[in-house]
């Protein structure tokens, strides 16, 4: 009985392993993508996103903030995108 304790935490403990490895390679994948490759991926999935001309810089700061919450994307993400949006104002 022992032995088959000992090989479940064993088995657990690897899956765990293998999990936090994997999460943290796709936190690298998203940390290497650009404002406009975010945008793309998750803004345009959900509605149509106006032209950046349509706000100011400081717009886009509030709309960010809103959608950080809404799309529940990283301070990263959100920075990234809402400097894409500023820069192509």
Known sequence: ???LTSL?????????TIIIINSCA???????KT?????????IR??????????SPAQWETIGMHMKLRANL???E???IVAF?????
């Open 1 to 3: 009985m022992k032995k």
């Open 8 to 16: 479940s935490i064993a088995f657990i403990v690897g899956i765990g």
């Open 26 to 32: 796709t936190t690298a994948n998203i940390a290497a």
């Open 35 to 43: 404002g406009t490759q975010l945008w793309g991926e998750n803004c």
């Open 46 to 55: 959900c509605h149509n996103a106006p032209p950046s001309s349509d706000y």
């Open 74 to 76: 990283t301070d990263d």
């Open 78 to 80: 959100t920075n990234k």
């Open 85 to 89: 949006l500023k820069s192509s104002n």
